[in-house]
């Protein structure tokens, strides 16, 4: 599958294992299980090597060009050494320029590995990982997963790890059911894999791991606009079972039925020509087009109300915003089966 | 010279308790007794919106500060306790949502002092009641006992003179300010401003008695041209669509007026402190002074949006008043009461909504639009409680 042989974690068991480390790392992106593997894989790298190689980790904050320089030192014998500059992104000129000093003439032994987010406010610092490119880093991306494929293929690397194999729909139910934190994931693969013996389906999956662990207010309007009351309660109880605020599903709440109310009043047309009209992206008029179907005028009048209503009492007018909310997802469902 | 309380507009029974307790302040100062109480360390002045409680407030001071102990409006005490400049004057004017208890604290300290260069130290409070619960605990003590030579003048609006705590209004002696009637607004307006007569006339009628919009409406054209957009609505909303047109309409002015206004402003006051805090500097020692200065300039924005928030939700508030005013209107006529109309230049409107609906519907309108300014101070987003207002304007 491209996409597995693409992704960064794949290759960090090969920089492992490689007999003579690189001098220069660049850890680059923001994803923290990746960038704390990256260093790991790194300084094992180094200790391959040396096994008394010493290891120094320091944000670059806390760091002068002199303490750096005395850091990266040669020394007598040419100990092994890992020194590990995190934050990199917060790297002054001055500090910047002692780094590019030093590869120009690197000392022996030295194993220098640069953490760094990928952004960064001064120039010093955004260009920094352009440059240390050019010096013939090693380069690790680590950035931040945010596509559900790439998450999936996140998983299935992490079973694979541990020795074990894992189905498509055990894929999507351990996402479902652990959510979308990296270091989740993976202890909940490896654990996984320990218990069933390495193989991983889906029924394995749902005997360890219940629920649903990512719901959005969201997802709650969306269930609620749609009229399915049984649904619209379940996510609702779920929401609140992991603490989404109450605020953001009452926002949501509010979004949802106006954008219905908002598209069935302009009537049916083009999404893409309505949407300059409206002031909305042409999907969110398409999908609403979909969900205006069971409405009239009238329920929406009174949803639109509720959703004003529960905005207040979410934000201290409610003794109770759990129920407040609660009453608010069966007023809007009971709003559109009234006709 | 006229005398500082012409400022005050069409309140003559307050002014005349005003004036006895300055010259009794005066007797007192010269070491004569005070045998009737005229004077005492602290008032309370409540009004509706636009009456002038601080313009009250602000010229009861400059007659405290008077050196002919009158309110002459010629000695340096007057002029520079009206202008706002006077030493021994401390004006607490919240521009945020709330007064703070650490602000209040410090004004305390400030208020013990004795006074420098007139004889009364003299503490303003505007909006006494944005004061939080913290805040007014802070001042309790200082207003139920002050030093001798210090007056404590607080102002809240007279709708809510619950929102001032109970423990504070028992202290204070209460002034009550009048809604001003139309004659004495016109008159002001002609006279302080230079409107010509027809203006002022049309503008005093039209500002629900409060002056500072009677001012605003017959010297900006802006002003105008929104108070009409406003007042369109309720019969302007014939197709569904128009509800969210309209309520944009209503929001967008309330933004762009917010927006306006910290245009001017914060760009200037980022650079003043950031001036003030030395920036630009080069050499040792610049990079620590800049963290403090960054850190001022953060606390600055913050205060910043604060100060936003509150003109936008002033703007809109406006607007609601505008709104209800008009139902308002509806329902005088159409229960043929005599009742002088809050917008007389849309009287052609009310008649046309009064024969349309039924009286009941439009109390339920009146009502959507006072939910909607209850639902804003409970800090809805301005837009749902808008639109489920202007919703249910339609509807009926």
Same mark, same amino acid.
């Given at each position: 599958m491209p996409l597995q042989s693409m992704s960064?974690?794949?290759d960090l068991g090969v920089t492992a294992s490689s007999a003579a480390p690189a001098p220069l790392h660049l850890v680059l992106g923001d994803e923290e299980l990746l960038v704390d593997r990256a260093v790991h894989a790194a300084v094992g790298a180094a200790r391959a090597v040396d096994e008394t190689a010493e290891l120094t980790r320091v944000k670059v904050s806390d760091l002068t060009p002199p303490e750096l320089a005395e850091l990266v030192s040669p020394s007598l014998f040419s100990e092994g050494r890992v020194i590990v500059l995190e934050q990199?992104?917060?790297?002054g000129q001055e500090l910047a320029d002692a780094v590019l000093a030093y590869l120009k003439d690197p000392a022996g032994g030295v194993t220098l590995v640069v953490v760094h987010s990928?952004?960064?406010?001064?120039k010093a610092a955004k260009s920094l990982p352009t440059t240390l490119k050019k010096a013939g880093a090693e380069v690790t991306e680590c950035a931040k997963i945010t596509k559900p494929a790439e998450r999936e293929a996140f998983v299935r690397a992490e079973v694979k790890r541990a020795g074990g194999r894992i189905d498509a729909a055990g894929v999507s139910a351990l996402v479902d059911a652990v959510g979308s934190d990296l270091r989740e994931l993976s202890s909940a693969a490896t654990q996984l894999v320990a218990d069933s013996g390495g193989k991983v389906d889906e029924e394995a999956v749902r005997r360890y791991h219940r629920g649903k662990a990512d719901v959005t207010g969201f997802l709650v309007a969306e269930k609620a606009v749609g009229g399915d009351r049984a649904a619209a309660l379940e996510t609702l109880r779920w929401a609140q079972q992991i603490g989404v605020p109450h605020v953001l599903i009452a926002d949501a709440l509010a979004d949802a039925v106006r954008t219905v109310a908002r598209v069935s009043a302009a009537g049916r047309g083009n999404p893409n020509q309505l949407a300059g009209e409206l002031g909305m992206p042409p999907w969110k008029i398409r999908k609403a087009q979909g969900q205006t179907?069971?409405?009239?005028a009238a329920g929406l009048a009174a949803a639109m109300r509720t959703v004003a209503r529960v905005n207040a009492e979410v934000k201290?007018?409610?003794?109770?915003p759990d129920y407040a909310l609660e009453r608010a997802v069966l007023d809007v469902v009971g709003a559109k089966q009234s006709r | 010279m006229t005398s500082v309380w012409s400022q005050v507009v069409g309140q003559e029974p307050a002014v005349e308790a005003l004036r006895t307790a300055a010259s009794a302040a005066a007797a007192l100062v010269a070491g004569e007794p005070d045998p009737h109480g005229g004077m005492t360390h602290a008032w309370l002045f409540t009004g !509706?919106?636009?009456?002038g409680r601080s313009v009250a407030a602000r010229t009861f001071a400059a007659a405290l500060q008077c050196s002919t102990g009158t309110?002459?409006?010629?000695c340096s005490g007057c002029r520079t306790a009206v202008a706002g400049t006077h030493a021994d004057v401390r004006l607490v004017v919240p521009e945020g949502l709330s007064i703070s208890v650490s602000e209040m604290r410090s004004l305390v300290q400030a208020a013990a002092r004795r006074p420098t260069t007139g004889e009364w130290q003299v503490v303003i409070i505007e909006d006494?009641?944005?004061?939080?619960e913290g805040a007014s605990n802070a001042l309790l003590k200082a207003v139920e006992e002050p030093p001798d030579r210090t007056v404590f003048l607080l102002c809240a609006p007279?709708?809510? !003179?619950?929102?001032?705590?109970v423990t504070i209004r028992s202290r204070c002696r209460l002034v009550t300010l009048r809604t001003p009637p139309p004659e004495a607004i016109a008159r002001v307006l002609a006279e302080r401003?230079?409107?010509?007569e027809s203006t002022a006339n049309w503008a005093a009628s039209v500002c629900g008695g409060h002056v500072g919009r009677a001012r605003r409406l017959a010297t900006d054209e802006a002003a105008r041209s929104r108070r009409d957009a406003v007042l369109r609505i309720p019969l302007g909303?014939?197709?569904?669509?128009d509800v969210f047109t309209c309520a944009d309409e209503l929001i967008k002015t309330a933004e762009s007026d917010a927006a306006d206004e910290s245009k001017a402003r914060d760009e200037a006051e980022a650079e003043e402190l950031r001036t003030a805090m030395g920036s630009g500097g080069t050499g040792k020692g610049v990079a620590a002074a800049k963290r403090s200065a960054d850190a001022a300039v953060k606390q600055l924005e913050k205060r910043q949006k604060s100060r936003a928030t509150r003109t936008q939700r002033d703007t809109l508030d406006l607007a609601l008043i505008d709104l209800a005013g008009f139902y308002r209107d509806v329902l005088v006529t159409s229960s043929g009461a005599g009742a002088a109309l809050n917008h007389p230049d849309f009287a052609e409107q009310s008649r046309e909504a009064a024969r349309e609906w039924t009286p009941a519907s439009t109390l339920r309108r009146l009502e959507a639009v006072l939910e909607c300014r209850d639902a804003i101070t409970w800090n809805v987003k301005p837009r749902i409680a808008v639109e489920a207002m202007v919703t249910t304007l339609r509807e009926g």
């Open positions: 960064p974690w794949q990199a992104q917060d790297i990928g952004g960064g406010r001064s179907r069971g409405w009239n201290g007018a409610a003794a109770d | !509706p919106p636009g009456s309110g002459c409006g010629g006494a009641d944005r004061l939080t007279s709708d809510h !003179p619950e929102d001032v705590s401003d230079g409107v010509d909303l014939r197709r569904p669509g």
